[in-house]
Nanobody, 117 residues
Framework: VQLVESGGGLVQPGGSLRLSCVASGFTSSSFSMSWYRQAPGKERELVATITSAPGRTDYADSVKGRFTISRDNAKNTVYLQMNSLKPEDTAVYYC???????????WGQGTQVTVSS
């Protein structure tokens, strides 16, 4: 099982980024998948989740209306589209396979997002 994130970088306030999380070793559509983030000196926090079918989504209040989580089952990939980025969105973003019966959770290695002018 492996989760590989990409798409992070440096962006100005108000800008956009799209993060990708490519899964291997399992079928990601069969699991709830989430994005978390961790800023320096802070605890890791849940940003967004997408469930297995029917793909219900849920968001942290701080990103509602700005971030969108989605999945491409054919590519076994989960995305996080981030718009109207703010300096407080700066963090390492992690992809996570959520646990379910008989299956443990897995984390990706993270991708850095920096929002700064």
């Amino acid at each position: 099982v492996q989760l590989v994130e990409s798409g992070g970088g440096l962006v100005q306030p108000g800008g956009s980024l799209r993060l990708s999380c490519v899964a291997s070793g399992f079928t990601s559509s069969s699991f709830s998948m989430s994005w978390y983030r961790q800023a320096p000196g802070k605890e890791r926090e849940l940003v967004a989740t997408i469930t297995s079918a029917p793909g219900r989504t849920d968001y942290a209040d701080s990103v509602k209306g700005r971030f969108t989580i989605s999945r491409d089952n054919a590519k076994n990939t989960v995305y996080l589209q981030m718009n109207s980025l703010k300096p407080e969105d700066t963090a390492v973003y992690y992809c996570k396979r959520e646990p379910r019966r008989y299956y443990s959770h897995y984390w990706g290695q993270g991708t850095q997002v920096t929002v700064s002018s």
